[in-house]
């Protein structure tokens, strides 16, 4: 399930976690929580084409496993930062999908009070700092949640977000050599969908094992299947243990993959259709734990079709909701601004 990255100093230590894999409560979160983000996200597909969403959109269709597997290790206290594709984010931390939904439509109750929009989203009460739309630019801002963290004597950890096309960033080997260096509590997750953009992997990485490159900073590193939420929350338990333990940062190489395109406007034509089909046929996240949930006994097709319409009636909810929020006042352009 997963490499752990060759003779990396501080390699990880085997952290036993309670497994969930035959814990049906906890499939069953984890079944409702992917297909929270899933249904969400098709929503604001949906709105988008109607002309209610403007500027970026981009959804996180197929990588659901990585942050709700994550989000399984955290307590409260714990930060997160992540990039512009951060709707599956905020959802997984707890934030009001009818608030996520009035901000990517630009209305006075969203997030940001209708300003920030799609990638620019804060919850202070959730400890969620952010989607960030400048590329590569929330992994120092990670470490720097994280060095907070240390500085207050917390046992609190951050995690930090990137995608395989901030990967070959300076900013981000900056923040791992200062993160190894101080042994900051921040996991470093590279959630890899193989295109930057439109750019393969292989095409822009010298190095496309991405896992291998926390060995230079003496960083524990892992690469783990993104697509099984079981892997990355056992991953993630283990790079937390860690964390807390005074022990420094890990790097977490997530192989995922998006369905859709990079945003909305990109009709991925740079992939094959046999290339999404098999990701969606056998290795689709929601689906795998939906076989393991009618395999255990506990739940049948009724059952999951009642958590799909109550996923479905707060996701109308949320786009009703965003639809009936009032625009922001202009006198909003002075507001939230430091000088």
Request: aromatic share 10%; proline share 3%; net charge neutral.
């Amino acid at each position: 399930m997963a490499k752990t990255a060759e003779k990396a100093k501080g390699a990880l230590k085997s952290v036993p976690a309670e497994s969930n894999k035959n814990n049906p409560e906890k499939l069953l979160q984890y079944y409702r929580e992917m297909l929270l983000i899933r249904r969400f996200e098709e929503k604001a597909g949906q709105l988008y084409g109607m002309g209610l969403i403007g500027g970026f959109c981009h959804l996180y269709i197929g990588q659901e496993a990585v942050v709700v597997g994550m989000q399984a290790c955290l307590k409260e206290g714990d930060a997160n930062i992540t990039s512009y594709r951060d709707h599956g984010h905020m959802l997984a931390c707890g934030m009001d999908a009818k608030g996520i939904m009035a901000e990517l439509t630009g209305r006075r109750d969203g997030f940001s009070k209708g300003k920030g929009g799609s990638m620019h989203m804060f919850s202070r009460e959730k400890n969620f700092y952010g989607g960030h739309g400048i590329v590569g630019a929330q992994v120092p801002l990670g470490a720097g949640l994280a060095f907070a963290q240390k500085y207050r004597k917390t046992d609190n950890v951050t995690l930090a977000y990137f995608g395989d096309g901030s990967a070959n960033q300076g900013q981000v080997y900056e923040a791992f050599n200062m993160a190894s260096l101080w042994k900051l509590p921040v996991i470093f997750i590279l959630e890899n969908n193989e295109y930057a953009m439109g750019t393969s992997v292989k095409r822009s990485s010298a190095v496309t094992e991405f896992y291998k490159r926390g060995a230079a900073f003496g960083m524990a590193a892992e690469q783990v299947n993104g697509m099984d939420v079981h892997a990355v929350r056992e991953a993630g338990e283990r790079a937390v243990a860690r964390a807390r333990a005074g022990e420094g940062p890990t790097l977490l190489e997530m192989k995922t993959y998006r369905y859709r395109g990079h945003s909305m406007s990109d009709p991925a034509k740079y992939r094959t259709r046999e290339e999404v089909e098999e990701y969606r046929e056998n290795k689709d996240p929601i689906e795998g734990v939906k076989k393991q949930l009618l395999g255990s006994g506990y739940y049948d097709e009724e059952a999951l079709k009642a958590v799909e319409n109550e996923v479905k009636e707060i996701v109308n909810e949320s786009a009703e909701f965003s639809k009936e929020s009032p625009e922001p006042d202009a006198s909003e352009l002075y507001t939230d601004v430091l000088a």
